[in-house]
Each structure stands twice: as C-alpha cells, then as structure tokens.
C-alpha cells in the first residue's frame, strides 16, 4: 500500500512538473500571463477518493469523450489508439498532462465534467490498474 502512494506522488509530481514546464513555455512563446493561462491548466478537476476502475470508471469515458478521434476510424487513431487499455494506458502521463491542462479534448469536442478528468487523472496517478 505504501509502495502505490508513493508511487502516485511520483505520478503526480511528473505531472504538475509537466504543466508548470508548459506554462513557462507558454509565456515565454506568448509574452503574457494571460494567454499562459489559458493554454497552461485553467481546467476544474474533481478528483475521487480511491483509485478509479478501468471498466467502470475510466474506459465509458474514454469512449465518450476521445474515440471520435482515437477510436474505431477516427483521423487520430493511428497516432494514439484509445480503443485498448493498452492503448490508454501506454498515453499515462501525456494523457493526463493533456486532460488536466485542457488541451485535450479539442475545444471543439464533447468537453469532459470536472469529475471525469478527475478520474482519468487519478486513475494514471493509480498506476493506471486494470480491474
């Protein structure tokens, strides 16, 4: 048990680390704060108190929210296939840097609630489990 904490602090201190580089990188390509913010992680997330399951949790948003364009015939699937645990779990820490600064999904795309991003998020600060 100990071992899946601290290995969940270590997911998540990558993570933010990820973002707090891509904020930098944003203001230093954009010239203001703003726009870093805006492009850096304005999202709302609402994380859940245990690890979120694959099959209940994670997958029904997967296939929600990312298999228009990672899934079965999308224009990304060749580029990140989401239509395997394999798949999603392989993306971990890009997916979740993604999900947790917005830039995933696309503004055009079905947006996920803040409870959703929530559970992609811990469920790769989990270890991204198969259950």
Do not use: N
């Amino acid at each position: 048990m100990v071992r899946r904490a601290v290995f969940r602090s270590l997911i998540r201190m990558v993570v933010r680390a990820a973002l707090a580089a891509a904020a930098s990188c944003a203001v230093l390509a954009c010239g203001d704060g703003a726009s870093a913010a805006a492009d850096a992680g304005t999202c709302v997330v609402d994380e859940p108190d245990g690890c979120p399951s694959w099959t209940k949790d994670v997958q029904p948003i997967i296939e929600a929210r990312c298999y228009g364009c990672h899934g079965p015939g999308g224009i990304e699937q060749s580029y990140r296939d989401f239509t395997t645990y394999q798949g999603v779990s392989g993306a971990g820490t890009t997916l979740a840097t993604d999900v947790l600064s917005c830039k995933m999904p696309p503004p055009d795309a079905g947006q996920p609630t803040p409870r959703e991003r929530g559970a992609l998020v811990t469920w790769i600060e989990c270890g991204a489990p198969k259950d």
